[in-house]
Each structure stands twice: as C-alpha cells, then as structure tokens.
C-alpha cells in the first residue's frame, strides 16, 4: 500500500535526521492525497510539488532509494546530491519540485497549454499547499487556464498552516469560491477530477489534511551553524 510505503519513508527519515545536512519537510499525515493521486496518474503526465514533495515523487513512480541518497547529500542520490529534499527533479518521471512557495503553479499552466497545442493526451498536475495560494502567480494561471481550456489539475493539501501562521489569519474569505469564480472547475473526487481535466477542462481540488509532524527538520543543519 503506497500511503504506509510513504510513511515508512518517512519515519526512517525522520530517525536519521541527525544526519541530514539540508531542511526537510515531511507529509506525515496527508499522504493519503498522494496515495489516491497515484491511482489516476499515467507514466506520460507532468506533475509539479513543492517543498513537501517526498510522497508526490514515490506516487509519480520515482525511485525510493535515488531520493533516499538525494535527501542524504549523495552523489548516487536522484540529482546528484544537489537538490537535497526540497528541489528534486526527475524527468524520466515528468516529475519536478521546487523549494519556492508557488513556484511552479506557472509552470505547470504552461506545460498544460504546451501538451494542448501538442495534442498530447497527457495532463499537467500540480500540487500546492493553502500558503501556496497566496502567491499572486497561483491567480494568474487559473485566469490563464481558464481562457485556454487548459488540461491542468490544481491539488491543494489545505493543513491550515504556512509555517506558524494559522489560515484565519491569512486568508478573509474561503478559498473554494474565490477559485470558482475564475471560471475553473472545483472538484471533491480526484476520480473526476482527472477525467475532467484529460478533457481540458483546468480542475482544482482542496483536500484538509493535517499535518502529524514538525513543518521543517533541520535539526543536523543547526548544530553545523552552531
């Protein structure tokens, strides 16, 4: 089962963090997103994460020890050791993850408008988290989505919280409604969410997680700057 695959993953991280040389943001608790993600996504579909990105990347069908060395600093890790854990990129997978807030919800727009004008049968999936929706990109491209009837499938993972700052204290109105009215669908099953989308009709999806760890571990990256 991918959910516990993802949470043993992650619970052997979070045993080793000691060694780990870079900050880390795990998903324990809402990996079930990821889990049900996995069942509609096909070999030939992009998908675009964030900084929380591990459980996305294993439901992408990445492979589990290249991440592994990655997360480790090694040169046989996904990227070279580079990327550590928040921006790794696989593009044998069509996968790719930034350590940006929003990073790459542009990205994902004009990937989609590319596979349209391509006529290819694959979608473009991105996964955000609710602080993500604050950036003024995020807006942009369900405008731009919208316009082009774009085949692009927006996956928020709400756990109400952007660092310490609870959603109340960020966002005024809800963010469903806010979505709608810019003429892109909002959906509740990923099932027709995904349909919809290989239909180029631009999706989003709002899940409520929450979150059963720390928001960042960089427990072994203190005690060097110590």
Not at 15 to 32: A, C, F, K, N, R
Not at 112 to 118: E, F
Request: hydrophobic content about 45%; glycine content about 10%; overall charge negative.
């Amino acid at each position: 089962m991918l959910a516990a695959r993802i949470r043993a993953f992650e619970r052997r991280l979070q045993e080793h963090m000691h060694e780990i040389t870079v900050p880390v943001h795990l998903s324990l608790g809402q990996e079930w997103v990821a889990a049900e993600m996995a069942k509609y996504l096909r070999p030939e579909d992009w998908l675009f994460s964030t900084h929380r990105n591990h459980a996305h990347y294993l439901a992408k069908g990445g492979d589990e020890q290249k991440l592994w060395d990655e997360i480790m600093g090694l040169p046989s890790g996904l990227n070279g050791g580079f990327a550590g854990s928040q921006g790794i990129s696989d593009a044998s997978i069509n996968f790719h993850a930034s350590a940006i807030v929003g990073g790459l919800v542009g990205v994902a727009a004009g990937t989609a408008y590319a596979l349209k004008m391509n006529g290819s049968s694959a979608i473009a999936v991105c996964c955000i988290g609710d602080g993500g929706t604050e950036a003024g990109v995020f807006w942009e491209s369900l405008n731009f989505a919208a316009l082009h009837s774009l085949p692009v499938l927006y996956i928020c993972e709400n756990n109400g919280m952007s660092v310490d700052a609870r959603l109340y204290e960020r966002q005024a109105t809800p963010l469903v409604p806010r979505v709608a009215a810019f003429g892109v669908r909002v959906c509740i099953s990923l099932d027709d969410a995904f349909d919809m989308a290989r239909r180029g009709i631009p999706v989003f999806c709002e899940f409520k997680v929450t979150l059963e760890c720390e928001h960042i571990y960089m427990a072994a990256l203190a005690q060097r700057i110590a």
